[in-house]
């Protein structure tokens, strides 16, 4: 089967993990409380490499506000013809397709999330729900 002429083809170039950090229990913790997950997506386009970055953060929080868990990763995707996608907006601006980000933040979150559960395993959090997420809830300048 043949990918259509303006298909976008990428692969994954490589994740690294910047921070990890898991607080120390508090006494009171209990195994089932409710976790709080904050999410924040960063993009990166790096031309020369024809390559994009996305940069997750997932910060987990008890429902008082104190920070649990403290997670920053970064995937690298390599972008067949990458600067033909780019576009820019009004505002001067570099645009990339709304499928393309989606795809990449999905993939991001994804591994991110498998990063969180090995690292938990063995932990106070080790049976933390961690939450499935659509990356098509992103908006640019939005908060999840």
Same mark, same amino acid.
């Given at each position: 089967?043949?990918?259509?002429?303006? /298909?976008?083809? $990428?692969?994954?170039?490589?994740?690294? &993990?910047?921070?990890?950090?898991? /607080?120390?229990?508090?006494?009171?913790?209990?195994?089932? *409380?409710? &976790?709080?997950?904050?999410?924040?997506?960063?993009? *990166?386009?790096?031309?020369?490499?024809?390559?994009?970055?996305?940069?997750?953060?997932?910060?987990?929080?008890?429902?008082?506000?104190?920070?649990?868990?403290?997670?920053?990763?970064?995937?690298?995707? /390599?972008?067949?013809?990458?600067?033909?996608?780019?576009?820019?907006?009004?505002?001067?601006?570099?645009?990339?397709?709304?499928?393309?980000?989606?795809?990449?933040?999905?993939?991001?979150?994804?591994?991110?999330?498998?990063?969180?559960?090995?690292?938990?395993?063995?932990? $106070?959090?080790?049976?933390?729900?961690?939450?499935?997420?659509?990356?098509?809830?992103?908006?640019?300048? *939005?908060?999840?």
């Amino acid at each position: 089967m043949t990918a259509p002429e303006n /298909a976008l083809n $990428y692969r994954i170039g490589g994740m690294d &993990l910047i921070s990890c950090n898991l /607080a120390e229990p508090k006494p009171d913790f209990a195994p089932d *409380q409710k &976790l709080n997950f904050n999410l924040q997506m960063k993009h *990166q386009i790096l031309e020369k490499d024809s390559a994009l970055a996305v940069i997750c953060t997932i910060r987990t929080t008890d429902d008082a506000g104190t920070e649990l868990a403290h997670f920053t990763g970064r995937m690298t995707f /390599a972008v067949d013809q990458l600067n033909q996608h780019l576009k820019k907006n009004d505002d001067g601006q570099i645009g990339l397709p709304k499928d393309l980000i989606n795809n990449l933040n999905g993939v991001t979150i994804s591994t991110l999330r498998g990063v969180m559960w090995a690292t938990f395993k063995g932990t $106070y959090l080790h049976r933390a729900l961690l939450p499935i997420v659509n990356p098509e809830g992103f908006n640019a300048g *939005q908060h999840a």
